[in-house]
């Protein structure tokens, strides 16, 4: 079974129909015991940093995500809350990346919305994927690159497109709304 993490961010049901259209049994939930015992975690999300750290560390989610010893996939702002620290609200993160959250400089249209393609892939997630696949992004903060990023990206700076780190793995991009090469690298998660 996959579990979503719930914690008041957006975007939880286009990620339940990516994994329905994928034939993959799924449960949206904050309970700590039943995502600790979850084949695998998907930890999504379209908000706000410092607001969902609150709500992470009232129901005692922030250690359990931590600890997990499964493939957990963060996205997008999943992505951002598992780096050390974040610009938005200057929050303390779960610090499982190595990286730090920044917004975009005002040199061009924020947030970044849209599609763009990769200017490198590498990683389990990637497989058959190139890195001129295109995938869709909506974001107005970003993951400085570091020595665990999977993939980069370019939109007024090169920024970590995806994060790998022991059984965390993290995409800044939405593969639940990025077409086929997204349901390819959930293919990609779900196989792990």
């Not at 949206?28 to 607001?51: C, L, N, Q, R, Y």
């Not at 929050?91 to 990769?118: A, E, M, Q, R, S």
């Not at 400085?144 to 980069?152: D, Y």
Request: hydrophobic fraction near 40%; glycine fraction near 6%; aromatic fraction near 10%.
């Amino acid at each position: 079974m996959i579990a979503i993490i719930q914690y008041n961010a957006g975007n939880i049901g286009s990620v339940q129909n990516a994994l329905r259209r994928l034939n993959c049994e799924c449960v949206v939930t904050d309970d700590v015991t039943i995502i600790s015992s979850a084949d695998k975690i998907i930890f999504p999300g379209v908000g706000e940093a410092s607001s969902a750290m609150n709500y992470l560390k009232a129901k005692h989610l922030d250690k359990a995500i931590q600890d997990l010893k499964q493939p957990v996939l963060g996205i997008c702002l999943g992505l951002q809350l598992m780096c050390q620290f974040s610009e938005e609200g200057n929050t303390k993160c779960l610090g499982i990346f190595d990286t730090t959250v920044k917004k975009f400089p005002p040199k061009d249209k924020v947030p970044h919305i849209g599609w763009n393609n990769f200017k490198k892939t590498n990683g389990a997630l990637f497989k058959q994927i190139n890195a001129t696949d295109d995938v869709y992004f909506v974001h107005s903060y970003y993951a400085e690159i570091n020595k665990q990023c999977m993939a980069t990206c370019d939109y007024i700076l090169p920024f970590a497109a995806a994060l790998q780190k022991d059984n965390f793995y993290a995409t800044q991009f939405h593969p639940e709304k990025s077409a086929s090469v997204g349901t390819q690298i959930l293919k990609n998660f779900l196989e792990l």
